[in-house]
T-cell receptor, first 114, second 109 residues
């Protein structure tokens, strides 16, 4: 199946700093990428949808100025958590989809803000 | 009401048992239906798509009832390696995947 690579797989950062997470489609062109967040014992919650070359569409309740999404190419999307706080600690997962394809998930990034 | 609701877990079963998971969805216009498996601290992985005619993949059988907006997953002859969280997932008209909260399965020797 298609491969989606997410990096880093885990990160610890200090409160107030920013963290960038990358999501790459390795063997297909991802016209759409999705970013999810999952808190312990809870389901994946969609944060935003991004289409290559256009601004991301954020779900209700997700602050677009805090979670910056860039989808500048057909193989790369980035999520930057700005001014991270302990409550932002979570498992962040990207998903990428090409035209007419199913979506494939990255391995996820476990963010811990101390 | 959550858009996708699943049985609360965890399910603790012995090896060889048959276990069934249920799921309901609220949006009658939902287009596609799936079961995903998620291991601890890992990304979800597609287990199988779900069709109205029902479909089977080895020990796994999935059923969809559109009239009742109900989805099920049956696992026969459960193995230790089946221990995971099973996620009921629905794709809405906009193409977004909506995840249920997941049901944790623990298969014991």
């Amino acid at each position: 199946g298609a491969v989606v690579s997410q990096h880093p797989s885990w990160v610890i950062c200090k409160s107030g700093t920013s963290v960038k997470i990358e999501c790459r489609s390795l063997d297909f062109q991802a016209t759409t990428m999705f970013w999810y967040r999952q808190f312990p014992k809870q389901s994946l919650m969609l944060m935003a949808t991004s289409n290559e070359g256009s601004k991301a569409t954020y779900e209700q309740g997700v602050e677009k100025d805090k979670f910056l999404i860039n989808h500048a190419s057909l193989t790369l999307s980035t999520l930057t958590v700005t001014s991270a706080h302990p409550e932002d600690s979570s498992f962040y997962i990207c998903s990428a989809r090409g035209p007419g394809q199913e979506a494939f998930f990255g391995q996820g990034t476990r963010l811990t803000v101390v | 009401r959550k858009e996708v609701e699943q049985d609360p877990g965890p399910f603790n079963v012995p090896e060889g048992a048959t276990v069934a998971f249920n799921c309901t969805y609220s949006n009658s216009a939902s287009q596609s239906f799936f079961w995903y498996r998620q291991d601890c601290r890992k990304e979800p992985k597609l287990l199988m798509s779900v069709y109205s005619s029902g479909n089977e993949d080895g020990r796994f059988t999935a059923q969809l009832n559109r009239a009742s907006q109900y989805i099920s997953l049956l696992i026969r002859d459960s193995k230790l390696s089946d221990s995971a969280t099973y996620l009921c997932v629905v794709r809405n008209q906009g193409g977004k995947l909506i995840f249920g909260q997941g049901t944790e399965l623990s298969v014991k020797p």
